[in-house]
């Protein structure tokens, strides 16, 4: 009888440790088959991108080429040379918000602290639009006299039209970020790199099929980061 007793009691010892193995294995397997499908995840998402960059890189490329070849080299050198300085005003005036954006949306998205999210959109957006209408302003003022220290007065024209594309363009920076915090990269590398990219490319061959030289650069880039912002916009 006592032998018995002591048989149950180590079964009953043995029984609570058998579970503990069995459940500590299935936990594993079940954090294993996580992590597997997170590196999926990533390795399907980089492939997505990398294609995105490649697609985006052969459209700028078709595109300077199209100019240099059609236009000419003195338009590629004004285009080239307006972009970069409405690069410059234009990361003044974004403050690095989109970047903090990003970050802060982030991180209160993994907390599920939706009123703090829709807090850092409503104030981020409001400064956003401040500061990239004053720095437009400024840049659209200035123009002449840039284009006077680099002594090309046609600059002055693609600086003054292009000064109109800050808000656009941060704002489209803005929103993309934002898309990135909701973890949508493919959607994100579509807009960025295909669609804005095909947009100039595609509106560029149609000016210049209608006989336009140097509005054909501007309009089709003022057109391709129009098409940008308001898809992105739109998805956002």
Partial sequence: MKTKLRKNKEKNKKEPRENLIKESKETKKAKE????????????????????????????YLYKIIIARYLGANLYGLYSLSIAIVLFFAAVAGLGISEGVLRFISFYRGKNQKNKIRYIYRISSKILLINTIIFSI?????????????????LAIFIKIFSFLIPFWLFSIFFMNIMIAFEKVKQQTILEKIIQSFAKLAFLIFFIFLGLKTNAIIFSFFIGVFVFFLATFLYC
């Fill in 138 to 154: 400024i840049l659209f003022l200035l123009s002449d006299f840039i284009a006077g220290v680099f002594k090309n007065q046609e």
């Fill in 33 to 60: 088959k996580k992590f597997n499908n997170i590196l999926e995840l990533m390795f399907k998402t980089s492939i997505f991108v990398f294609f995105g960059i490649l697609v985006s890189k052969l459209f700028s």
